[in-house]
């Protein structure tokens, strides 16, 4: 059985920095590029970041581009999203997600597992 459960969310202050982690388990996670989503409250799940296999290339929505880094460390099976430079629309409940992919995508129809997500709030 695949899980993934994503960690470290909480409440911060506009500028602060948050790091979540997404540990995996019941797939091969060396194989498969890993997103991140998120989803504020009445909008709809948007990507954030993704990380292929190998952690050699990485994508990001322009939204996070260059405040935001994803990364991951194989031999542990988790994945990590370092936030940086948090603003007030960065709330929402963070999402980690598993795709069968080589490259990675954005494209959320294209992740095959998901996890039940961590609230991010950040206050102004």
């Known amino acids: 059985q695949v899980r993934l459960v994503e960690s470290g969310g909480g409440l911060v202050q506009a500028g602060d920095s948050l790091r979540l982690s997404c540990a995996a388990s019941?797939?091969?996670?060396?194989?498969?590029?890993m997103g991140w989503f998120r989803q504020a409250s009445g909008k709809e799940r948007e990507f954030v970041a993704a990380i292929t296999w190998s952690g050699g290339s990485s994508d990001y929505a322009d939204s996070v581009s260059g405040r935001f880094t994803i990364s991951r460390d194989n031999a542990k099976n988790t994945v990590y999203l370092q936030m940086n430079s948090l603003k007030p629309e960065d709330t929402a409940v963070y999402y980690c997600?598993?795709?069968?992919?080589?490259?990675?995508?954005?494209?959320?129809?294209?992740?095959?597992?998901w996890g039940q997500g961590t609230q991010v709030t950040v206050s102004s």
């Open positions: 019941g797939l091969t996670f060396s194989r498969n590029t």
């Open positions: 997600a598993a795709a069968w992919r080589v490259i990675p995508s954005t494209i959320e129809s294209d992740y095959t597992y």
